[in-house]
């Protein structure tokens, strides 16, 4: 049993440093999700790793991957995070991509996966619907087959920057009669098509990045549909395992102990800084010893996984990842003290006033607070991941 | 033993539920902070017609004869509907400043002007380097012939956008940090020298990064002795921790009440997801946080008026089980809501967020903890 890195990961990892330090897109540099002024913004660091090969380092060799080993993609992972790069959007990159090179024919895959590594054709995920959270597989959204297309008709909401995209891979009901999870099918959806909408939902951060999106008489060709009718639950399940891996975020959390220890050094409490505090050191210190233990945890599944071991255990990884993002977000507002009530207005709040007082790591920090709550309900809430876990793993 | 309210504090009570039921609806307390001046002075003449901002004071100065009770009735009902207005701020700490320690001459001018809804006041104490110390303190009041200059940047003033006077603890002697040497004045928003820079803050109110700039003080400013203030601030805050405790416990209860009622008609898998056991026992713990924060609450509230010690520990005993409490309560009410508790569209996050701001109001859990464990 070893961890150390062989001399040719640490090559590789001098590598990784030395790129991203002469590559971090300028225009993004030191602004947080919640400042980016548009699509540009997100795709700035997306069309940089594009430019180098590096944008999908998860996919085969064949569809443009990296041909990593998997301590390589680690390493690469860490380094981003540890540079506080730009996150790659998920949508296309680490979701449909998968499923479409695994489950689409040749010509999807064509059409699809250049663009989807390029970044020029933007996806959002159409899963939830309003009555269908938890219990994703009693979504209701139709697809009834008229000639060489489906007629698609119902809601989805939660859509992370639907408002950017160009497309959408959905989740539909093609079959009313047969059991919940084999009556459904896997849709490809143009956003430009005649009767797709979009609404804003404003979190209560006062962020737009979820959406409604509305979905009247839509006709989508049936060459957009992914393998075969009815069997789309396959591949969202297969969707949902890759939305998992990497959602424990050790290393960006890594990055907010230490930004958190910063502002708790610059903090005063008395003359002295909050980070000579025992029971705030204590918090902290709790904090990075169960970081710690994920992230071996981490190392382990990993390990197993590239033995070809695949299971629940990911589940672990979600539910003790975001717990932890959360502790940070909590432990930060905490450690401002009242600069954690002003509000940063976002572009579209239109306010006459854009004054926010206080340091600048306190700036949106308790709205940071407020929008990590939603990493437990999203993506398979963390009661959901524990059903998981005694079903699959304890065999209760 | 008995924790039963008079007639006339459950007439009170009832008064101002159904001013908050029929006047303050979500829908219009959102109008409310989207509007420019982010408040209703309409409803604060509301408030005057009702006789709440004469609660605590007594009948010879216009007001109600009320004590802690009345103050706890009027802000727990408030809390319910989560009211924005500067209640606290001016009923509570000015109105406490001015009880314990106002001149005849303040109390005749500025107590009939708040009952009546004529003024207004923030509560000016934080400052940037003070963090939850109430005596760290660079604002300096130096005398200088018959009265004072005032000097220096108070911070996150909650309400004073829409304050017509700020009470304002100084430094009138000492070292930054000494608990001697500290004084209280009430200010006018308009002095010369008083300039504010107002935001909006994440909970729906408004405040004001306040600088004072060789403002000239009277002596008739001085509110209760001059360099021996800290008692005072103290016990008019430990006042002010019992009132938002109040506030929190009615936030608490919509929380509680939303979360099982959404709980019974969610319907996942086939089933209300309040069928879920886990969800079930969630829910009780939620209930028992509340239970014991109602308890704490009419703790404080009964003990306000004891020793000194007493009273300090009684606050941050509060302070405490309210801080645990709303943080339990508030991200549990969100978390069983699903995505729809994370919208601003529902009342659920905006009580959420409302309960940690009280948090971190005059001092959070672990202020309060550290202030208990010193004095026990």
Same mark, same amino acid.
């Given at each position: ?396 | ?338 995505? @729809?508790?994370? #919208?601003?569209?529902? $009342? /659920?996050? %905006?009580?959420? *967020? &409302?309960?940690? @701001?009280?948090? #971190?109001?005059?001092? $959070? /859990?672990? %202020?309060?903890? *550290? &202030? ?5």
């Amino acid at each position: 049993m070893n961890v150390d890195f062989t001399p040719a990961d640490q090559t590789f990892r001098k590598e990784v440093k030395s790129f991203i330090a002469e590559n971090y897109p300028q225009s993004v540099r030191g602004k947080s999700r919640n400042e980016y002024g548009g699509k540009d913004d997100f795709l700035a660091w997306h069309k940089v790793l594009h430019k180098q090969g590096w944008i999908a380092p998860s996919w085969p060799k064949q569809y443009g991957g990296t041909g990593w080993s998997a301590t390589q993609k680690y390493i690469f992972g860490e380094e981003c995070a540890l540079a506080d790069t730009p996150m790659v959007l998920p949508f296309g990159i680490a979701m449909v991509g998968p499923v479409i090179y695994t489950f689409a024919t040749e010509e999807q895959k064509k059409e699809h996966l250049p663009k989807i590594l390029s970044g020029e054709r933007w996806w959002c995920q159409g899963y939830s619907e309003p009555g269908s959270g938890s219990d994703l597989a009693s979504l209701k959204t139709s697809a009834v087959r008229d000639g060489d297309h489906y007629i698609v008709n119902g809601q989805k909401t939660w859509t992370t920057l639907a408002q950017y995209a160009d497309w959408i891979f959905c989740l539909v009901r093609t079959d009313t009669k047969a059991k919940q999870q084999e009556g459904i099918s896997f849709l490809l959806i143009d956003m430009k098509s005649p009767g797709v909408s979009v609404r804003p939902i404003i979190t209560m951060d006062g962020a737009h990045e979820v959406n409604e999106v509305f979905l009247d008489n839509v006709r989508v060709p049936v060459k957009n549909l992914i393998g075969k009718e009815n069997e789309g639950w396959t591949y969202a399940k297969f969707l949902l395992g890759h939305e998992r891996a990497g959602i424990a975020g050790v290393a960006r959390s890594k990055r907010g102990v230490e930004r958190l220890k910063k502002l708790a050094a610059a903090e005063q409490d008395g003359g002295k800084p909050l980070l000579a505090d025992p029971m705030f050191t204590r918090n902290i210190a709790e904090l990075q010893i169960d970081l710690l233990s994920l992230e071996f945890t981490e190392l382990r599944t990993l390990a197993n996984e590239s033995k070809g071991g695949h299971g629940p255990e990911a589940s672990i990884l979600k539910i003790k990842g975001t717990d932890i993002q959360q502790r940070l977000t909590e432990l930060t507002l905490e450690a401002i003290a009242y600069y954690g009530n002003p509000y940063r207005p976002f572009a579209h709040d239109k306010m006459t006033n854009e004054y926010v007082p206080g340091p600048d790591y306190s700036h949106g920090a308790s709205q940071n607070y407020f929008l990590t709550r939603r990493t437990t309900i999203y993506g398979g809430s963390s009661e959901i991941q524990r059903n998981i876990i005694a079903k699959m793993v304890l065999g209760l | 033993m008995d924790f039963s309210f008079t007639e006339e504090q459950t007439l009170l009570r009832n008064s101002v539920q159904k001013f908050v039921q029929n006047d303050y609806t979500f829908d219009n307390r959102r109008s409310i902070v989207k509007s420019d001046t982010g408040w209703s002075h309409k409803d604060w003449m509301k408030f005057a017609e009702l006789g709440l901002l004469g609660a605590p004071f007594s009948e010879d100065q216009g007001g109600l004869g009320g004590g802690p009770i009345e103050t706890m009735i009027i802000m727990e009902e408030f809390g319910r509907g989560i009211v924005i207005e500067p209640y606290l701020g001016t009923v509570v700490l000015a109105g406490g400043f001015l009880r314990h320690a106002g001149s005849k001459a303040q109390q005749e001018k500025f107590i009939p002007e708040i009952v009546e809804g004529k003024r207004v006041f923030a509560f000016a104490f934080a400052e940037p380097q003070g963090r939850y110390n109430l005596a760290d303190l660079n604002v300096t009041a130096k005398k200088s012939g018959a009265g004072y200059t005032l000097n220096g940047h108070k911070a996150v003033v909650i309400g004073a956008p829409w304050a017509d006077s700020l009470i304002v603890t100084a430094r009138t002697a000492g070292g930054q940090r000494d608990e001697k040497g500290i004084s209280v004045f009430v200010v006018d928003k308009k002095a010369k020298g008083v300039s504010c820079r107002d935001y909006p803050t994440v909970d729906g109110l408004r405040a004001s990064e306040v600088t004072f700039e060789n403002v000239s003080l009277g002596t008739d400013a001085l509110v209760g002795q001059a360099d021996n203030g800290l008692p005072l601030i103290e016990r008019v805050v430990d006042e002010g921790i019992a009132a938002l405790s109040a506030e929190a416990i009615g936030g608490m209860k919509v929380l509680n009440d939303a979360t099982v009622e959404y709980c019974k008609t969610r319907k996942q898998f086939g089933v209300p997801i309040g069928k879920f056991q886990v969800l079930q026992h969630r829910m009780v713990d939620m209930f028992m946080n509340y239970e014991q924060s109602v308890s704490i609450t009419y703790m404080v509230t009964l003990k306000l008026n004891e020793s000194e010690t007493e009273r300090k520990k009684a606050a941050s005993a509060a302070k405490v089980q309210i801080g645990k409490a709303g943080r339990f309560i508030g991200q549990n009410a969100v978390q069983l809501h699903g995505g @729809m508790g994370m #919208t601003d569209e529902l $009342n /659920v996050g %905006h009580y959420f *967020k &409302r309960l940690t @701001m009280i948090d #971190t109001m005059f001092g $959070n /859990v672990d %202020h309060h903890l *550290k &202030r208990y464990a010193s004095l026990d």
